[in-house]
């Protein structure tokens, strides 16, 4: 069965950085792409990126444009989102989630999601 | 940049009783519209996508319409496990979620 394992998360503070990994099995991971969404405590949902099943392309919400790099590794099956100087309003629960079909951003497996929290 | 709004924000409704969300897109989303439903503490679960189909495996009293930039989300009977918040998203664009309607049950 598809699983999506998300770690990584934990406290940090603000400046720093942090590398969420997210362990992909039950499926063949380098025919998907892949994406991470985020949720800021009793908040809604925000998309934060996606690259392609190849590594080829990739693309980011507006919010964490030159902050965060969404990358992966088919040969472990693992996503990679690298969060550098980080802030405050990126507290939040951090989804990977696999899109459906090749370029239909729709999401039918996630994983369950690692928090991180950014304070001093 | 695609801006996504829902309504009503909340609900509450009875078991059995018809319930209908609007999504509405700030440009037409060519029926890229999706629907989730999230229950507290665990991942959205994916119901609707191009805003007609139903997911493999998801009740038939959900249900998806609409085109442009106007779609509506309905549960035709609801049912106590049907209490969660539901979100639209669109991938006319980068994906864009909306706010949530949260649905309870009275």
């Known amino acids: 069965q598809v699983q999506l394992v998300e770690s990584g998360g934990g406290v940090v503070q603000p400046g720093r950085s942090l590398r969420l990994s997210c362990a992909a099995s039950g499926f063949t991971f380098s025919t998907y792409g892949m994406h991470w969404v985020r949720q800021a405590p009793g908040k809604g949902l925000e998309w934060l990126a996606v690259i392609w099943y190849d590594g080829s392309n990739k693309y980011y919400a507006d919010s964490v444009k030159g902050r965060f790099t969404i990358s992966r590794d088919n040969s472990k099956s693992t996503l990679y989102l690298q969060l550098n100087n980080l802030r405050a309003e990126d507290t939040a629960v951090y989804f990977c989630a696999r899109e459906k079909l090749a370029a239909a951003y729709y999401f039918d497996y996630w994983g369950q999601g690692t928090l991180v929290t950014v304070s001093s | 940049d695609i801006q996504m709004t829902q309504s009503p924000s909340s609900l509450s409704a009875s078991v059995g009783d018809r319930v209908t969300i609007t999504c509405q897109a700030s440009?037409?989303?060519?029926?890229?519209l999706n629907w989730y439903q999230q229950k507290p503490g665990k991942a959205p679960n994916l119901l609707i996508y191009?805003?007609?189909i139903l997911e493999t495996g998801v009740p038939s009293r959900f249900s998806g319409s609409g085109s442009g930039t106007d779609y509506n989300f309905t549960i035709s009977s609801l049912q106590p496990e049907d209490a969660a918040t539901y979100y639209c998203?669109?991938?006319?664009?980068?994906?864009?979620f909306g706010p949530g309607t949260k649905v309870d049950i009275k």
């Open positions: 440009q037409d989303i060519n029926n890229f």
């Open positions: 191009d805003a007609s």
């Open positions: 998203q669109q991938y006319d664009d980068l994906p864009v």
